[in-house]
Every structure is written in C-alpha cells, then in structure tokens.
C-alpha cells in the first residue's frame, strides 16, 4: 500500500544550525503538508503546498521556514537557525485533492535541538 | 477561528467495552472530518474521513458520526481490544486542517 515516507526519523541538532526534513508524499498525489507536535500538545498545521508554492500558511511558519518539492518526489521542510523551541515531531502528509480528500500522514520525524 | 475539543481527555475501560468518543468543533464551515490514532512516538494513521455532506462512516468496528450544523462528531468503538490502546485525534479541515487534543484510550484485558 503507498505511503507516505520521511527521514530521518530523528534528528538532533544544535541551536543556531540548519536542518532539512524529507518526505516523499504518495506519488499521484498533488497537494502536501507539513504539521508539527510539540510533546505533549496538539498536532499544528504548518503550511501547505500545490502545484509548486504555497497555498497556505499558519503564523508557526515564519522566515525561519520554507518548503521546496526539489524534483518530482522529495517534499522537504528546512529550518533555517533552528531553535530550543522548534523541538518536536514534524509530520509531513498528502493528499490527491484538497478539500475533500483524505490526508495520509507519514511516520514522522522527531527533531531535537539541543 | 476554529477550535477542536476532544472529551475525555483520557479513557480506561475493560476489554470488550463499546465507547464514544467525542469531538466538537467551533466552525460548521468544514470540508471535512477525519479521525486518526495515534500510537505513543508514532505517526497518525487514518481511520475515517466524513465529508462535510455526510452523516457517518463506518468501518469495521468503527463508526464516526457528524453533526455539522452542532459541530459535533463521535467516535463509536464496538467491542473494544487491548490493540485499540492508542491516542485518537480528531480532525477538522477548512482552510486548514486543525486538530483536537486527542483522547488516550487504554483497554485493559
């Protein structure tokens, strides 16, 4: 069954470093995600993506953010000067339309920045 | 802005239980709502989406229903098992899809 796959699963990195975390969405589908979850709260709605920008973005998702789909299948979310704060799991997702369709979510990756 | 509230917070019940779990939401405007589990340090998996014109869905020993107009929507576990144990989150997508606080559940044998 297709899925939606991230790496690494966890990461840890120290404060003030750049880090990039990989998705590969299912491969038919056209709309992406990104969503974090701070330990022990709720899962946030970061940004979202279509037909190569940006369709929506939370207040989470400042300059310190940006997405890129680099060619046809990686998905990826950079933090730029990472933060004690940006600590959590991120979970990239995707869907073949966008309103009315089902997400699938991958396994996540837990980032630590020490 | 939408606001999702989950009830209970937590759940323990013997195996073998039927139990609702509950989800409100503060935005009837929504395209739909969709219900995952959450195993502890994993990912969310999918287990039922219900669109904004629909009532409920069902799939095996899961029914979830939706009352947009209430903004509310329940989760129905029959004959619950101790592989139910997990985190269940709700769901809703507008603009944005906004999540609940989730329900920890724990079946015991």
């Known amino acids: 069954e297709p899925e939606v796959t991230q790496t690494p699963s966890h990461q840890v990195t120290q404060m003030g470093q750049e880090v990039i975390l990989r998705c590969v969405p299912i491969?038919?589908?056209?709309?992406f995600y990104w969503y974090r979850q701070i330990l022990g709260q709720k899962v946030e709605f970061l940004v979202s993506f279509y037909n190569n920008e940006i369709s929506e973005k939370s207040e989470i998702f400042d300059d310190q953010f940006s997405v890129e789909r680099p060619d046809g299948s990686n998905f990826t979310l950079k933090i730029r000067s990472t933060k004690l704060e940006d600590s959590a799991m991120y979970f990239c997702?995707?869907?073949?339309?966008?309103?009315?369709?089902?997400?699938?979510f991958g396994q996540g990756t837990r980032l630590t920045v020490v | 802005k939408q606001e999702v509230t989950q009830i209970p917070a937590a759940l323990s019940v013997p195996e073998g239980e039927n139990l609702v779990l509950n989800c409100s939401f503060t935005d009837s405007a929504i395209y739909n709502l969709q219900w995952f589990r959450q195993d502890p340090g994993k990912g969310l998996t999918s287990l039922l989406l219900i669109q904004s014109s629909q009532r409920e869905q069902t799939s095996g020993r899961l029914n979830a229903s939706l009352d947009k107009s209430s903004g509310r929507s329940t989760l129905y576990i029959a004959a619950s098992q101790p592989g139910d144990s997990a985190t269940y989150l709700c769901a809703v997508q507008g603009n944005d899809m906004r999540f609940g606080a989730g329900t920890r559940l724990t079946v015991k044998p």
């Open positions: 491969s038919n589908h056209l709309y």
């Open positions: 997702a995707s869907g073949p339309g966008r309103m009315n369709t089902e997400a699938f």
